[in-house]
């Protein structure tokens, strides 16, 4: 049971270049979100879905963009990459009552 | 809107002292309360959860905690620290069991030999 995965694990971009942070999960959850995590500030969440075709913005959502065409799925895009979005990104599900499942995350360093 | 306060960002325990990590929350409904630790380099890991059954919840690794309704609280102890302990620990809290949870800042525990 793979639970949560990321992908890539580790990557740096370029001002201005665009990426998509990948996220799978294998538990049928409908409920799945982004999160950064930086220092002294716990983790903040960027975006989530309640289902298919259904998303929400979250308390940072600036410069991400999200969709969900399947459970399974749900890709975090950065759209044109800023320092201030050097952070480490963690992805999350939840099936009705439960706690979030996390992958292992994806360390970003935008320069 | 919910939000959760934990006192202190770092606390230092000795090895074998109680440990007591502090969470406070704020909820216009009956909450679902968190905790998790995460260790270097790593994701987060459930420690235990309250879901509205009993107030006292045990959780892995020794760690317990009491949800207080009337203190909105939710503080994490665990009677002896181990050095394994030594890691990141978070508060969250949720409104419901399919809504976002809410996360503090995180309190990084200490275990001194």
């Known amino acids: 049971n793979a639970g949560v995965t990321q992908t890539p694990k580790f990557q740096v971009l370029k001002t201005g270049q665009s990426m998509t942070l990948q996220c799978a999960q294998d538990?049928?959850?409908?409920?799945m979100s982004w999160y950064r995590q930086d220092p002294g500030m716990g983790l903040r969440l960027i975006h989530y879905s309640v289902g298919a075709g259904i998303t929400d913005q979250g308390e940072v959502p600036n410069g991400y963009n999200v969709s969900r065409s399947t459970t399974e799925d749900f890709p975090l895009r950065l759209l044109s990459a800023a320092p201030s979005q050097t952070s480490v990104y963690f992805c999350?599900?939840?099936?009705?009552?439960?706690?979030?499942?996390f992958g292992q995350g994806t360390r970003l360093t935008v320069v | 809107a919910q939000s959760v306060t934990q006192l202190g960002s770092h606390v230092s325990v000795s090895e074998g002292a109680l440990v007591l990590l502090r969470c406070n929350y704020s909820s216009s409904v009956p909450p679902y309360l968190f905790w998790y630790v995460q260790y270097p380099n790593q994701g987060l890991q459930l420690l235990l959860k309250?879901?509205?059954?009993?107030?006292l919840v045990k959780g892995i690794n020794g760690f317990e905690a009491e949800f207080k309704k009337s203190e909105t609280s939710f503080h994490l102890t665990k009677p002896s620290a181990h050095m394994s302990d030594a890691a990141e620990y978070f508060c969250a809290v949720s409104r419901s069991g399919n809504t976002p949870l809410v996360f503090g800042k995180g309190t990084r525990l200490s275990v001194i030999a």
């Open positions: 538990m049928n959850h409908e409920y």
């Open positions: 999350a599900s939840r099936g009705p009552g439960q706690e979030a499942f």
């Open positions: 309250y879901t509205s059954a009993a107030t």
